[in-house]
């Protein structure tokens, strides 16, 4: 059992950066790998970045790709999203989850956080 506690969220201007923080509470989390993925009202709950259990390979969407980082303190239980250069279509809930096998799809995740409100102002 994997518990997910985001946090980090916020409100920011256009152009602005925030950090997200996922911390997991069991010792397995260096087992895992991690995601971070997106859900904007009324919209379908989107993937934003993995990254693997050892830090490395890390994948991105395209719409985040060269503006966000993903990485990882395994000795921290932690995951974390650098989000750079914000606009408003980053507006939405970001939420943390755990997968076994490091893939794209939310389906694959078997842990997920409660999710924390991320808001870009134009």
């Known amino acids: 059992q994997v518990q997910l506690v985001e946090s980090g969220g916020g409100l920011v201007q256009a152009g602005g950066s925030l950090r997200l923080s996922c911390t997991a509470s069991g010792r397995t989390f260096s087992s895992y790998a991690m995601g971070w993925f997106r859900q904007a009202p009324e919209k379908e709950r989107e993937f934003v970045a993995t990254i693997s259990w050892s830090g490395a390979p890390v994948y991105y969407s395209d719409s985040v790709k060269g503006r966000f980082t993903i990485s990882r303190d395994n000795a921290k239980n932690t995951v974390y999203l650098q989000m750079n250069s914000l606009k408003p279509e980053d507006t939405a809930v970001y939420y943390c989850?755990?997968?076994?096998?490091?893939?794209?799809?939310?389906?694959?995740?078997?842990?997920w956080g409660q999710g924390t409100q991320v808001t870009v102002s134009s």
């Open positions: 989850a755990a997968a076994r096998v490091l893939r794209t799809a939310p389906v694959a995740y078997d842990y």
